[in-house]
């Protein structure tokens, strides 16, 4: 295990060194001094980009010093606001991140890094979700794809459902015979502490796209069309077939509150298996493996793009991503955040299936398992369809669409008075005010 | 850590004390120059200044621009007049959180100081007393943070009929078989009390040390003097002890009125203010540091402010009193 990742170091220490003596300015010889760093990151993803910080000190002498902190959104609006930020910020979404670059906060990355590899390497769509007004101020670290339902291919098999379902009727009427055999078809948890309810709004997402495409999507999110509207009533409703029945989802919905979305897919795994389906983005196979270490991907648990509600606009593609970008340009944030964007730096998530990297030079072939390389396959080759709605939202919004989550699970039956309540809300968060 | 970030923690443990005995020096070496009843009269200054100066910096300048932000828009640009109170005090969502905190002071404070003051009694007379007010002690010495993720698990729910691994529920399930189990930070008429158990739970310790030690204070031969007239053990307690425990009572009952008030940790950890449990220390977090709403933020923060300088007049009265 140890002398894997030696080797593994090793590998990316000469990647990087390629990289560095490959750019202009004569970036391969020392540089030194340091870069502070502020993101989400902890535990086991903290491990990942510690790895992946470490040849790139060895090769260039940069110090980079990293803060974690859950409270993304709070600490770092507070530390631009006061004057003070660090020189390199994960963005905790690009709504945020268009707050900030409008208000001339952050450095366009198009003077940094080198455009012409950033064009070769990835796909528009992914340099526009990082861009605001035409400038180019975010870049992905890593990426996940949204809207897949897990599921055990044996439990299914033996429940004579097969996969994947062609439309949502089919996927409701198979939900419906598990359902009449007794058991639910299906595991929801939303609950993560201070961001509870977030995993409701992929849920809405996922539904929204499949019943009205990109562009009421877009609407929606801008906040151009009203949580009353009839569209968005219908997406609630739609979801309300699964997580407000008691029949349709494990422990009904005071389970779906109280249970974290990073466990609510451990009824599927037990014997006999409580649940069926279960609904969360690619991250949440590492989750998996860390808590049922013996299950094997593709044979023990896979899963499937979430299949169409209006054919129209089939399989729209969701994706997510930890963005990244600059506030201070000095020279040690520029050659560090060109690391990130670089393929040699992606590997590591990716090697430790901790994300899909948007970057078209990071092999297939390197995705530890069958499931993540299925998963980098669809991500790369579609025109990126969209970026999770919620975090397009300003802050206000964003949390008003959790909280209503929850609000919503709690009283399904006050759907219109909480959506009234969003409403309220969307007057007073897009105004700027 | 950076060498930096070290060198300037260095520079304010030795500079400062360095930096303050230098001015005092100066000061006296300066008050010998003038004459006997300036430097009488002088030297109380001198010496206050710096504490003045810097509780005006850091105190009394914040609290004024504080107050001035809240007649300001968002962005403290524009002055909105009454706008950020009118928005707290008439907004359903707001006055859910000014409910909710006048839940808290009302059930908090009452069933802390009565419980604080019922363990104190009972444990008084018994050999095991120490023990008993160290296990009640207890929970003060642990984060309210800590205490949080702790009840967050006491309080975990699984659907009825498999096993329970929160506490709450296993016992309940445990001592009567048709309990179904309960989320309780989740269902909106439950969740609030879930909350304010966990702060009960964590003052009460307080509330009783100090009362246990106003109790000690009263004299053996007053109390023996009454029982010796033909006063019941009831009539001791209400008529006897409970009078001379008042200023005792007031200080922890206005103690625990202060932090209630503030309440936050609990909340932020445990729902964040989700389905109706928001405070006003939580919504004033989140106006402030999400929304970067300065003007709500700050008007929050006035409110809070005026609700509890009526207690803190209360308080330092009494300290005064009881100087004197």
Redesign the interface.
Known sequence: MKRAAAILVLLAASGVLVFASGTKEGAGAKVGG?VSVLAVWGGGELDIFNSMVKPFSDATGIKV?FEGTR?L???L??RV?AGNPPDIGALPGPGKMAEFARQGKMIDLSGVLDMAAMKKNYAQGWMDLGSVDGKLVGVFAKASLKGLVWYDPKNLAAAGVSVPPKTFNDLMSSSQAIAAKGTTPWSVGVES?????WAGTDWLEVIFLRMYGPDKYRQWYEGKLAWTSPEVKAAWQTWGRIVADPKMT???T??E???NFGSAFTPLFQNPPQAYYFLQATFIQSFIQKQFPDLKPVDDFNFFSFPPIDPKYGKGVEIAGDLVGMFKNTPQAATFIKYITTSDAQDFWVKAADGISPNRAVPIADYPDALSKNAAQILTSADIAVFDASDNMP??MN?AF??AI??YL??PDQLDSILA?LDKVRAD?YS?? | MSVSTVLWALVAVVGVPLALSAYLFAVEGALKLAGGRARARLRPWLWLAPAAILLVVFLIYPAVNTAVLSFFNATSTQPVGFANYRYIFTDPAMLVVLRNNLVWLVVFTLVTVTVGLLIAVLSDRVRYEGAVKAVVFLPMAISFVAAGVIWKFMYQFQPAGTTQVGTINAILTAISPGFKPQAWLFNKSQNNWALIIVGIWMWVGFAMVILSAGLKGISESVLEAARIDGAREGQVFFRIILPLMRSTLTVVATTLVISVLKIFDVVYVMTNGALDTEVIANRMYKEMFNYQNFGRASAFAVILLVAIIPVMILNIKRFGRSGS
């Open positions: 340091s010093e409270d959104d709070a600490v609006t507070t606001a502490g201070a961001a509870s309810g494990y422990g009904g005071q389970y509150l109280s249970t802050s206000k949390a959790w909280s929850l609000s709690a009283n309540g968060a700027g005010s």
